[in-house]
């Protein structure tokens, strides 16, 4: 069944829903439902609308809601990916994979070695995509939130941000350096890091660019509290090094 989120404010107590903007032309045009057929409408805050369409216009698209639910695809916990600027388009497909993992928000991070350098015009316009990827990516895996893509921050804004979390993560290819606990080997004690991740904590996870953190940057951020992890024996690039780490804490937090 086809899937489509709406403002809460579309939602009227009528027992009826409005669809407006891109969606209607989807509908009427690509798909070309007719009235009478069922659609799923979601209202962005975990509930689902089992709904009837009984109008279709060129502004909008009426439909009468048969049934409410509360929708079980999210996390048990808030799952921030502070994800620094990598090259080229990689940034969609990790938009895209992360809202399939679950995760809340993403903020992208203009760190020191990052390659990429947005002014204001281009900024605004990458938001806009990857908000669309984050949307488009929520529909097609069920969630019952859109997982916002927040404006670019510098890396220091992003520790901000980060400092009221519960739980910061850093997967970093230093980790092996920072991580001497005695007895015990680096990945033991990335291990019992997420192992003791409790379910309803708030989490951040930072992930570098294709050069990496700056030493500065990490010593910055492991002393507001972010734990630095290890990922393996194998350096990942920056598009996969979130997404096996956000894999992992979807395993572990999934009810």
């Known amino acids: 069944m086809n899937n489509f989120f709406v403002d809460i404010s579309q939602i009227h107590n009528g027992g009826s829903v409005e669809i407006l903007g891109s969606d209607v032309n989807h509908i009427g045009q690509v798909l070309r439902m007719k009235s009478g057929e069922q659609i799923m409408v979601r209202d962005g805050y975990g509930y689902e609308y089992l709904c009837e369409i009984t109008k279709i216009s060129q502004e909008q698209v009426l439909a009468k809601i048969l049934e409410m639910r509360e929708i079980a695809a999210e996390l048990p916990s808030e799952v921030w990916l502070f994800q620094s600027l990598p090259k080229g388009d990689k940034m969609e497909l990790i938009v895209q994979k992360a809202v399939e993992l679950g995760v809340s928000k993403i903020v992208p991070v203009a760190s020191q070695r990052c390659v990429v350098k947005l002014d204001k015009k281009r900024e605004s316009s990458k938001i806009k995509r990857w908000n669309f990827i984050a949307e488009s990516a929520a529909k097609q895996s069920g969630r019952g939130v859109i997982p916002e893509v927040l404006p670019v921050a510098r890396f220091s804004q992003a520790l901000s941000i980060a400092e009221e979390l519960d739980i910061k993560l850093m997967p970093y290819e230093c980790a092996d350096e920072l991580l001497k606990e005695r007895n015990k080997t680096p990945m033991q004690q990335t291990k ?64």
């Open 192 to 255: 019992e890091i997420l192992s003791s991740i409790q379910k309803k904590a708030s989490i951040g996870v930072f992930i570098g660019p294709e050069g990496g953190f700056e030493k500065a940057e990490v010593d910055a951020a492991t002393a507001i509290g972010v734990k630095p992890l290890t990922l393996g024996k194998r350096i990942l690039r920056t598009e996969t090094a979130g997404l096996c780490i956000l894999s992992v804490l979807m395993f572990h937090l999934e009810e």
